[in-house]
């Protein structure tokens, strides 16, 4: 079985969030007897210690919009698993990977040189595994314009997050895919939607978790696209994302102040250290909440903002790191200037710096508009904070409201999308700090010992891959 991964990201070489995580892990996670391999784009920002290792093996032109683009195709071995990259400087040396004026142009290149690649490669895949609108062409142009190329090939699309479609004027992009009308399939209100033409041409689609395949059925979720959801429903899996348990490891991790097999011995220390760093009181008996989140509405911050001075009537700390929308940046750097003593908010995107706080947070926030699947709470747990989380996608999927009957649960949800439930749920779970020590770290160690690590979730998409060669 070989299966080529296509992304625009993957964990070390490019990251923005999940999606670089998930591509970063999954390929490692399957059989030895299935070959998979990762394609992605040669951004500028790669680290220059991994560049080191990245070869030359072909170059070649494309003709694209009436006009060659060069082609390069770099690669090289990255724990057991083959990396490859398209190069071109014109649409990948910049110091962002996302959020520029020309993305469609970028990414559709990025999409026609990876199948015009594939010959090269000496790599003959039976699944091109695609993920996010960045490479929602392929399926696209697997079906209708390279079926003769690759008769036997099959694809996967996987949605990470629905919301981001790809959707372009028909004049600005059709060159690139060499339209010379709209086709029904790619349609969106006069526009062309990537996505829509992944959905409509893959065969086989998955989401990174199941309530999230069953959530994107209903206009809430949907995001314009529920009909055509509805339409494909047979083609659509949820299967669970899960993360690096050898990369996040408290035992092991170089970023933590204080490593710890327990999070009962060390995780106090960690979180003294934390407040030395952080300059806030150090006090051993205070709770500490994490949110480690783009802040963006998406991730429930206009629930945080509009409850956020009951929060900090709270006897809690908050720390708040991330990066997004201008407006949650300055309401939450201006409330943190008001409670110096109570809430620090660090806008910036620093790995170290995330693993440090999850291993120091007694709590960890994440009230989610809409989760597709959600990392950070699977993160979270594996250093011992206890996850608050709105029901909602992997969300559901991975926190248990802890019953204090069963003495079953990793942590605290609420169904509503509601401000003031959220607050009741961060009242109830600081009571339990503050007044039930021994079933706080009860909970700890029930969250502490959920395990979301890729394996199961490799045998799964195996079993879909196998049933796809055999059609």
């Given amino acids: 079985m070989n299966v080529l991964f296509v992304a625009s990201e993957a964990y070390p070489f490019a990251k923005s969030g ?40 072909d170059h070649f032109h494309i ?21 490859y990259f398209i190069d071109n400087e014109s649409f990948f040396k910049r110091p962002c990977l996302y959020n520029y004026f020309d993305d469609g142009e970028r990414f559709l290149y990025f999409c ?53 479609q790809g959707i372009y004027g028909f004049n600005d992009i059709c060159g690139y895919l060499h339209l010379g009308f709209l086709p029904s399939d790619l349609e969106y209100y006069g526009k062309i939607n990537l996505l829509k033409g992944a959905l409509y041409s893959a065969d086989l689609i998955t989401t990174v978790s199941p309530t999230y395949a069953q959530e994107i059925k209903d206009p809430f979720y949907g995001e ?30 170089p970023a933590l102040f204080i490593p710890y097999a327990n999070p009962k011995k060390k995780k106090s220390e960690n979180k003294k250290a934390l407040q030395e760093y952080l300059d806030l009181p ?19 911050l206009d629930l945080v903002a509009n409850v ?23 309401l939450l750097r201006s409330i943190a200037y008001n409670y110096p003593d109570k809430m ?43 996850p608050i989380v709105r029901e909602t996608g992997g969300l559901k999927d991975t926190v248990t409201y802890f019953n204090s009957i069963t003495k079953e649960g990793n942590g605290f949800s609420f169904a509503t999308y509601n401000a003031h439930d959220m607050l009741f749920t961060i009242q109830k779970s600081i009571a339990i700090y503050h007044n039930e020590p021994e079933t706080f770290n009860l909970i700890v160690n029930n969250a502490f010992n959920s395990h979301f690590d890729w394996k199961k979730s490799a045998q799964i998409y195996l079993s879909y891959y196998k049933i796809l060669k055999e059609v």
């Fill in 18 to 57: 999940g999606l670089g995580d998930v591509i970063g892990a999954l390929p490692k996670s399957f059989a030895e007897d299935v070959d998979v391999r990762v394609i992605l784009p040669f951004y500028s920002t790669i680290p220059e210690e991994l560049k080191r290792n990245i070869k030359s093996l």
């Fill in 344 to 386: 620090i908010t660090i806008i910036d995107f620093d790995e170290p710096l995330s693993r440090k706080i999850y291993a120091a947070s007694d709590f960890f926030l994440m009230p989610s508009k809409f989760e597709p699947c959600g990392l950070s709470q699977m993160i979270a747990m594996r250093y011992g904070a206890v």
């Fill in 224 to 253: 314009g696209l529920e009909r055509v959801i509805q339409h494909v429903g047979d083609h659509v899996v949820g299967i669970l994302n899960g993360i690096d348990e050898a990369l996040y490891d408290p035992k092991t991790d």
């Fill in 112 to 164: 026609r040189a990876v199948l015009d690649s594939i010959p090269s490669l000496n790599f003959d895949p039976d699944i091109i595994h695609c993920n996010d609108w960045q490479t929602a062409a392929i399926p696209y142009l697997l079906k209708h314009q390279y079926r003769t190329t690759f008769p036997n090939t099959k694809s996967v699309f996987t949605i990470h997050n629905l919301k981001y």
């Fill in 282 to 300: 150090i006090r051993e008996d205070v709770p500490m909440v994490s949110m480690i989140t783009r802040l963006v509405e998406q991730k429930g």
């Fill in 63 to 83: 003709r694209m919009n009436n006009t060659l683009y060069y082609c390069g195709i770099l690669s090289c071995e990255y724990e057991g698993i083959t990396f």
């Fill in 308 to 330: 956020i001075h009951e929060i900090l009537q709270l006897d809690l700390q908050l720390v708040i790191l991330g990066t997004g929308e201008p407006n949650y940046e300055n």
